[in-house]
């Protein structure tokens, strides 16, 4: 049962997110992204992880993936404001070697890799819940915790530096 | 799980959702009958006595309406878009707990759908999702002015999601549990969250307006000044799904509040009832079931009071509405979480 749900979530998963990728319209893209992180958030239930999902939805679909389309929206009204983008044969080709090529380099880095199984004696199952990673975040990796916020308020700060109106500067 | 326990689930989920829609479809007619008392008028009341089957009339003409859609539109999700604002609000009311449990025949009956320890998450992240609908619905039609109101929408609610997820940590700090069983079981008899958190409350509140697109924050479909909003291009059942999910919210929101911050099923001298019945099991189902009725009485309280604020206070302008949401509710909710975090050492300390 589980295994099932986790074949159809990973391929859906997989599906989306090349759906992201080879989709014309910019919207339809980002409306695919936000189905892929559900679908990541379907994981991570699997992995008994349920703060983890519920952050992920409300972090990256209720947040950023709107403010993504906001953005997006807004850049495509008209059809006709986008050039068609015409890709010459030359990079066509390069493209497909590129690609090609990194798969190999991914194919010959995994070939030897072994997956680390799960020990059923000493596995918590517990450990994705809220309680536990509570204690592990302010208790044994606080700093890299702490550090991270400042991270973001420095990140804060900037974006409201960037956005703040000059003295003089007229808008509309 | 046992198949008795799913498929008292099963049933219990198919109740909720349908006493959600009842009580949607009837905050429709309850709307009408309210504004028409406050405005010195009679209302709805031609349709069956009293007018009380005008919410089904009203459904009946939507229904029946041509369901046009607009031919530039990306049909799709033009067709999609009310659909999620639809899912969505149902899905919220999963997690809310509507009563204690009841003890049948030994079997412990909770009368929650889902028990997760991390409800308030879920709600709150269901509740960031209801963005999409608008967005969505919006950008479809093809129409300048369905992106403008969608993008009005849009901006507004997520200006006031971060006030009222500000508001929420406040009650986190006191109650130390996501799990919104255990945040209503904390709150047992008159102990409830409102007498610790009355600030927090009052953000809270005015965020649940602002969330669910009631006056005095009802910009996203302000025709009089503005224009129509992200539906000026719905119509038929398509608009009413969009109405009709505004309902819901409102439902849900009055059922979070109500949970949150007014004891949910818990009421007063509770305790006293429980053991003036002899019978414990007995007793426990007798206190349980005036839970479930008095947590409709809040509900509905909640319910009423939105009706009321409406037919009275008149709408925010724009540059208002941001200004109230960022420079005043977020400033005053961070307040309220230092508050709360100072009186909790307080009384760490005094005790």
Avoid at chain 1, 150 to 165: E, R
Avoid at chain 2, 14 to 26: E, K, P, Q, R
Avoid at chain 2, 96 to 114: M, N, T
Wanted: aromatic share 14%; charged share 10%; net charge neutral.
């Amino acid at each position: 049962m589980t295994e099932n749900l986790f074949y159809f979530l990973a391929s859906l998963t997989l599906l989306c997110a090349l759906m992201v990728v080879i989709s014309k319209n910019p919207v339809h893209s980002v409306l695919f992204l936000i189905i892929t992180f559900f679908s990541i958030s379907g994981h991570y239930i699997l992995l008994n992880a349920q703060f983890l999902a519920a952050v992920n939805i409300i972090v990256y679909a209720g947040a950023i993936m709107v403010l993504f389309l906001f953005v997006i929206m807004f850049l495509n009204q008209s059809k006709g404001s986008m050039p068609e983008m015409k890709t010459s044969t030359l990079s066509k080709i390069a493209g497909t070697i590129a690609g090609g090529m990194l798969f190999v380099v991914m194919i010959a880095a995994l070939k030897d890799a072994s997956v680390a199984g799960l020990d059923a004696d000493s596995y918590n199952s517990q450990i994705g819940m809220v309680e536990n990673l509570g204690l592990i975040l302010f208790r044994d990796y606080l700093l890299p915790f702490e550090l991270a916020s400042v991270l973001f308020l420095v990140a804060m700060v900037g974006a409201v530096m960037l956005g703040k109106k000059e003295t003089g500067e007229q808008h509309f | 799980m046992e198949s008795v326990d799913l498929i008292y689930k099963g049933i219990y989920i198919l109740a909720i959702f349908g006493i959600t829609l009842l009580i949607a479809t009837y905050s429709t007619y309850f709307e009408r009958k309210i504004a028409a008392f406050i405005q010195d008028r009679v209302g709805p009341n031609r349709a069956g006595p009293l007018g009380l089957l005008q919410p089904l009339a009203d459904a009946g003409k939507l229904f029946f309406k041509e369901d046009f859609i607009p031919a530039k539109s990306s049909k799709a999700l033009f067709i999609i878009g009310p659909g999620i604002a639809m899912l969505v609000a149902t899905m919220s009311s999963a997690v809310i707990p509507f009563g204690d449990k009841l003890i049948i025949g030994g079997h412990e009956l909770f009368l929650q759908a889902i028990e997760v320890n991390i409800g308030v998450l879920y709600v709150f992240g269901v509740v960031s999702l209801g963005v999409y609908g608008l967005m969505i619905g919006g950008w479809a039609s093809n129409n300048k002015f369905s992106l403008l109101g969608a993008i009005r929408a849009a901006s507004q609610n997520i200006s006031y999601e971060l006030a009222m997820g500000l508001s929420l940590i406040a009650v986190l700090m006191l109650s130390g549990s996501l799990s919104l069983r255990e945040i209503a079981e904390q709150q047992h008899g008159f102990n409830w969250n409102i007498w610790y958190q009355p600030l927090g409350f009052i953000i809270f509140l005015v965020c649940a307006f602002a969330e669910t697109n009631r006056t005095p924050f009802d910009l996203p479909e302000s025709e009089a000044e503005l224009i129509g909003g992200y539906h000026t291009e719905y119509g038929s059942m398509k608009l009413g799904m969009y109405l009709f999910a505004e309902y819901i919210n409102i439902f849900v929101a009055s059922a979070v509040m109500a949970t949150l911050y007014f004891g949910a099923y818990n009421f007063p001298f509770m305790e006293d009832l429980r053991s003036a019945i002899s019978d414990p099991i007995l007793a426990n189902n007798v206190v349980t079931l005036v839970g479930v009725a008095v947590m409709f009485a809040k509900i509905f309280f909640f319910i009423f009071f939105f009706m009321w604020v409406r037919w009275t206070l008149p709408r925010f302008r724009y540059d208002q509405l941001m200004k109230l949401g960022w420079q005043i509710l977020i400033p005053l909710a961070i307040l309220n979480i230092m508050l709360t975090g100072g009186g909790i050492l307080l009384k760490e300390y005094l005790f």
